[in-house]
């Protein structure tokens, strides 16, 4: 079994309406992140979060929210969707054993397109 | 305004052949620098990372290079296998930065040819 999933892995959805993304993981990480794909833009945080009661913004959160129901899920909000949030979101985890050693583990992504 | 840049979109490659990815970075405080590989439907998957302390870091076809003064890195890739067809992004980090959140490249579109 995955390590990190994410639900749905595709979704289509209309102006203005609330979706929900839902990441999971089994690896005990604690810290959690979302991000979002777009062509020639690379990957850009959305959220972070260290712990159940730790969430911080990152550079793209706007139109965006969260929640961390516990340690292993993470959930992404789009309280409003618009056509320019249509792009491939990640959740990922890591857990960092050292002063080096960051590596982030990633869901599969979901496709989201927004009409 | 990206502070990792990754400037080739694409790179075709023949089997066997040496890959060569570039990054280039422009925050002096990054001292920690990843790639990463992507195949269609999969999220991305670590493969090789590098601090500031070391210039060279190898894992088997994989060795990543880091010229500080340059703020530069590159991942090359030898010999080339058709599995190696995937995007490759370059990321880094500051240690300094006790979140330790990664900075994301473009991404490189290699495709390795028979």
């Known amino acids: 079994d995955a390590d990190v999933t994410q639900t749905p892995r595709n979704r289509i959805t209309k102006t203005g309406k609330r979706i929900m993304l839902e990441c999971s993981q089994t690896k005990g990480h604690d810290r959690m992140y979302w991000y979002r794909q777009d062509p020639g833009l690379g990957l850009r945080l959305i959220y972070y979060s260290f712990d159940v009661k730790d969430i911080n913004k990152g550079e793209i959160s706007d139109g965006y929210s969260v929640s961390r129901q516990a340690q292993a899920k993470f959930s992404l909000s789009l309280e409003s969707a618009i056509p320019n949030q249509t792009a491939l979101y990640f959740c990922?985890?890591?857990?960092?054993?050292?002063?080096?050693?960051?590596?982030?583990?990633f869901g599969p992504g979901t496709r989201l397109t927004v009409l | 305004d990206q502070q990792v840049k990754q400037n080739s979109p694409s790179l075709s490659v023949q089997e066997g052949r040496i890959s060569i990815l570039n990054c280039d970075y422009t925050?002096?405080?990054?001292?920690?620098f990843l790639w990463y590989k992507k195949y269609p439907a999969e999220g991305p998957t670590f493969l090789i990372s590098?601090?500031?302390?070391?210039d060279k870091n190898e894992d088997g076809r994989f060795t990543v290079f880091l010229n500080k003064s340059a703020k530069h890195l590159s991942l090359h890739i030898v010999p080339s296998q058709p599995g190696d067809s995937a995007v490759y992004f370059c990321a880094a980090s500051a240690s300094t930065d006790s979140w330790g959140k990664l900075q994301f490249g473009a991404g490189t579109q290699v495709v390795v040819t028979p």
């Open positions: 590098i601090s500031s302390i070391k």
């Open positions: 925050n002096s405080m990054f001292d920690y």
């Open positions: 990922a985890t890591s857990d960092p054993a050292g002063a080096y050693t960051d590596t982030q583990y």
